[in-house]
């Protein structure tokens, strides 16, 4: 059931005239609910299908050579005597840059223009952060507000034609619902039963201190994700919005929990609790319109840009509440423990955990067992690889290093360095958890390396792993190219865990660049693949947030004028490997690459208040938590490198300047973790950590 993403949303069919209504349908007096009816819009688990965008990739470039003199190649004469050397022995090298965004280091730069990897998918991220943002003020802020208070009216009728535990868990779903309610400032009445419990979980969400045992769940949370970084720099609309998601997105409900006596009970609980949410999903309205396509119009797009782990939902209850429940019931049926035990069971044969986050999830509430939420747990697959190859299952190792992820996904050259220069195969069991972790990453379904942003990132950012022969450039043959590519890797990667939100208030728009003639003849970086499936995942975001009516005119432009970028580096591309030159046009949209990204990640106000991703590079990220020292390892990003490469443009090996992510890791005391503030203060004061040994290769 889960994971079948590639199935489109159907038609909405009409609801049962029953199912409309939240009071006195089913039995029982006015308000009271005591009757199940599981009508409603016949959706599917999926934002958009994927189509694969084709591309040639075959690579036929003519060989040529270039002299260590650099004689013969155009436009490299007055350069660095180090920068020249290097050249001359390998075609490429990078050295620091001095701009905070890539965009401005293209526009500032001379000569013939480079286009990287890269540059392209920090662009490609940056619009995707901008379109959740765009999405949730627009349109998924009033949405949230209307359902948790209809799910609230629902709930409290269910509460009152219930009995036993059902009612029970009708009145803990009540406190579930009141926190979030609470958070978005809507109005509800709370039992006096629970009113304690859910000012008492409010009060841990306001700190944000850190893990503590929930009130409402009674397991442990970290409430330290619930700080809302950039939110609430807009104002408490909005951090209240990304609270309540955090909350209604991050406690799970776990069906099982563990195999005590005491967990099966919680097991049941949370299960009757899940239950109860779904079912009220199917009889509610929010302003006329079924509860359960609101739910799915704020989970599709959460899910596929917030990269949302592989949860049970609404999707996976509904199909078998509708199966071992059938369409209509009496709530007293969710007494029925043997029944019960039998959803539970077919739950957990139809989610099979996969390469998902644990972090934040309860210590001793389910562990890696799966967990109903009403919405999703942002989780990345790297954070599963980090764990595997750390202490305790990789003993002794209590810190990984951010190349175990490229060596995971099948990167000789990484493994290499790990081995080489650090030692760290060496630990007993690293090896053999390594090679289980390639064999999983290699066997991916491509359907889950497309279900959101971040997994079609890493699959895009895998291809530059492989090894360039015969029919490349000479550049991308040489040795140090590996190198690059893996520190590519890293910085790319590094960039797409973190956005920062910057409430900038009003802001004039870029207009979309015109094209103009240019007598520069610059190169793109020829991975026609890569630009391809950044394509195809450009265009799953533009259908679903067209299908379901949530793409501002603003990101409408923004999307459209991304998908046409990449499809004309995809041909530029195809075009170099088979050893053509390009046409006018075509080096003019080279010429131009810093004004089209520029125009692509900047948006327009459309109010007193505009969610503008910042668009500047440096940033920091906490990627793996070391309770053995209270450590944690940090991931970062400087200011853009920039790239010298030597390119055959039109059969001359021609100079040519890029820009590309910069990369640094270090480890910190988990109390003195830097913010992305202090990090750029770091960079402003020129206190930067030194940059990893390996990348001497080609890093000056």
Not at 137 to 161: K, Q
Not at 558 to 566: F, I, Q, T, V
């Amino acid at each position: 059931m889960h994971g079948k993403r590639c199935v489109a949303i159907m038609l909405v069919f009409m609801l049962a005239p029953c199912a409309l209504l939240p009071v006195g349908c089913g039995g029982g007096g006015e308000g009271v609910i005591s009757e199940v009816t599981l009508a409603g819009p016949l959706l599917q688990d999926s934002f958009a299908l994927y189509y694969p965008v084709l591309a040639n990739d075959a690579p036929g470039i003519p060989a040529y050579t270039v002299s260590p003199d650099l004689a013969g190649v155009a436009g490299a004469a007055g350069l660095p005597a180090a920068i020249k050397r290097t050249l001359g022995l390998q075609g490429f090298v990078a050295v620091a840059g001095t701009t905070e965004s890539v965009f401005q280091a293209y526009m500032e730069m001379a000569g013939p223009k480079f286009v990287t990897v890269d540059a392209i998918i920090d662009a490609f991220h940056t619009v995707c952060v901008n379109a959740l943002r765009d999405v949730e003020m627009g349109f998924l802020y009033g949405d949230l507000r209307g359902l948790v208070a209809s799910l609230y009216d629902t709930i409290e009728n269910m509460f009152g034609g219930a009995e036993g535990t059902v009612r029970e868990a009708a009145l803990m779903d009540l406190a579930y619902l009141a926190v979030a309610a609470g958070l978005l400032e809507v109005e509800v009445s709370i039992p006096s039963d629970i009113a304690g419990m859910v000012e008492d979980e409010r009060a841990l969400i306001a700190a944000h201190a850190g893990k503590a045992t929930s009130p409402i769940f009674s397991y442990s949370e970290d409430y330290g994700r619930y700080a809302s970084s950039g939110y609430g720099d807009g104002g408490g609309d909005l951090q209240g919005y990304y609270q309540a998601m955090a909350w209604l997105g991050g406690m799970g409900f776990y069906p099982e929990p563990g195999t005590s006596p005491a967990d099966i009970t919680a097991g049941r609980d949370m299960t009757r609790r899940a239950l109860l949410l779904v079912s009220a999903l199917h009889m509610t309205e929010v302003d006329g319109e079924s509860a359960y396509a609101v739910w799915d119009r704020i989970f599709q797009p959460c899910s596929f840009l917030a990269s949302y782990a592989d949860d049970l939902n609404a999707y996976d209850y509904t199909g078998l509440a509708h199966e071992l429940y059938g369409d209509s019931f009496p709530l007293s049926r969710l007494e029925d423990d043997v029944l019960l035990d039998e959803f539970i069971t077919r739950a957990l044969e139809e989610q099979a955990p996969l390469i998902v986050s644990m972090a934040g999830e309860g210590e001793g509430a389910g562990g890696d067992t799966p967990a109903f939420r009403l919405f999703g747990l942002t989780a990345y697959p790297d954070d599963y690889v980090f764990e595997e190859l750390a202490d305790p299952r990789v003993p002794e190792r209590y810190i990984p290093r951010a190349l175990d992820l490229p060596a995971s996904m099948g990167s000789a050259r990484a493994l290499q360095i790990l081995e080489q220069y650090y030692g760290e195969t060496g630990y007993e069991g690293y090896m053999e958890n390594m090679e289980t972790l390639r064999s999983l990453l290699k066997n991916v379904d491509p359907v889950q390396a497309h279900s959101n942003v971040y997994w079609s990132c890493l699959d895009v950012l895998r291809l530059a792993l492989k090894p360039c022969g015969e029919g490349y450039p000479s550049f991308m043959q040489a040795a140090a190219w590996q190198d690059r590519a893996l520190y590519d890797f890293l910085g790319s990667w590094t960039d797409v865990r973190h956005r920062e939100i910057d409430y900038s208030g009003t802001q004039e728009g870029i207009e979309a660049p015109q094209a103009e003639t240019s007598g520069e003849q610059g190169y793109v970086e020829p991975c026609p693949e890569s630009f391809a499936r950044l394509a195809a995942a450009t265009d799953v975001l533009r259908r679903g947030l067209g299908e379901l009516g949530l793409a501002s005119a603003s990101m409408r432009e923004r999307l459209d004028g991304l998908y046409d970028l990449l499809i004309a580096l995809k041909g530029m591309a195809e075009k170099e490997l088979g050893g053509e030159a390009l046409s006018g046009e075509e080096y003019a949209a080279i010429a131009n690459i810093g004004q089209t990204l520029q125009y692509l990640v900047t948006f327009p106000s459309e109010g007193e208040v505009t969610a503008q991703v910042d668009a500047s590079m440096p940033a920091v990220n906490e990627v793996y938590y070391d309770a053995n020292y209270n450590e944690v390892l940090q991931a970062a990003v400087g200011r853009p490198v920039i790239y010298y490469v030597i390119a055959p443009v039109a059969g001359i090996p021609t100079l040519t300047v890029g820009a590309g992510c910069s990369y640094y890791e270090f480890v910190k005391p988990a109390d003195g973790a830097l913010t992305d503030a202090e990090w750029r203060e770091a960079i402003e004061a020129g206190q930067l950590p030194e940059i990893p040994a390996w990348t001497s290769s080609f890093l000056q």
